[in-house]
């Protein structure tokens, strides 16, 4: 995958086509309790889940083109919840700003997307916090991890448990004295990986546990052929400091493009 005439970069494809993925493997009954949906459009996505605090679930993203866009806009009309639309800043045209403003989309902050190339060699994972792939009898504590790390109602931990196991991803759980703190996925396919998922409890912050699952997750795509790797975060602004971008770019990773978050209106 590489950039597409219309803009769209092989680092926005491998994450929609990682979001696709979760929807099509996530078991239909419990898509359907809680109002999950996504339908692929163009080389990008449309994504609902009503209840997911996370714009990552609701948000229409790596679209460029107008129709495409009013397509996805007016699906993601009939859903609930707090919807976005995700516009990459430097391909914003004229015209495509002029979409937003008909639309009345509000700007509400942005996302970095960075990326990096696979390391040379494996890296050494060191410190006190161990990490390890997580098996299917490890689902449940990885799907608990992610809704209790990242603020996720409790009902929603079977979305990220069906990853476990399932072609295409590896899924970690970081452990500290043998208790697990904090969860990692990454989705790969033709040479790129995606990371996601990567949180860690809140009373557990700031010992490390977020750089063992990045070296873990890129550790596990350099073993599975991937040479590049894309991730992103909130984007950094001034005050505190953004511990998900230092712990990124320490880790090799840098800055790509700059994605707009624009929220629609109620």
Not at 23 to 41: L, M, Y
Request: glycine share 10%; proline share 6%; hydrophobic share 40%.
């Amino acid at each position: 995958m590489s950039i597409s005439s219309d803009g769209i970069t092989w680092e926005e494809m491998i994450e929609a086509k990682a979001f696709i993925d979760l929807a099509r493997i996530t078991p239909q009954p419990f898509k359907d309790s809680v109002e999950f949906t996504c339908i692929p459009v163009g080389k990008g996505c449309a994504i609902s889940l009503p209840t997911a605090p996370a714009i990552g679930l609701n948000r229409i993203f790596a679209l460029n083109d107008r129709d495409e866009l009013n397509h996805a806009f007016e699906w993601m009309k009939t859903k609930t919840g707090r919807r976005h639309v995700q516009i990459r800043e430097a391909f914003a045209t004229n015209e495509l700003h002029g979409w937003i403003l008909d639309q009345g989309l509000v700007e509400s902050g942005g996302w970095m997307k960075l990326t990096r190339p696979a390391p040379s060699a494996p890296l050494a994972i060191e410190g006190p916090v161990r990490t390890r792939l997580a098996g299917i009898d490890d689902a449940s504590t990885f799907g608990r991890l992610m809704c209790a790390g990242f603020g996720f109602p409790a009902e929603l931990e079977p979305l990220w448990s069906c990853l476990v196991g399932k072609k295409g991803w590896a899924c970690f759980v970081a452990e500290l004295e043998g208790v697990p703190i904090g969860s990692g996925a990454i989705f790969m396919e033709e040479g790129c990986g995606w990371l996601g998922g990567g949180t860690t409890l809140a009373e557990y912050r700031n010992r490390g546990a977020q750089k063992a699952l990045i070296d873990a997750r890129l550790n596990k795509g350099l073993e599975q052929g991937v040479f590049r790797f894309a991730v992103e975060t909130a984007q950094p602004q001034e005050g505190p400091p953004n511990i998900s971008f230092d712990n990124l770019t320490k880790a090799g990773f840098k800055p790509s493009y700059i994605r707009k978050n624009y929220t629609l209106p109620n």
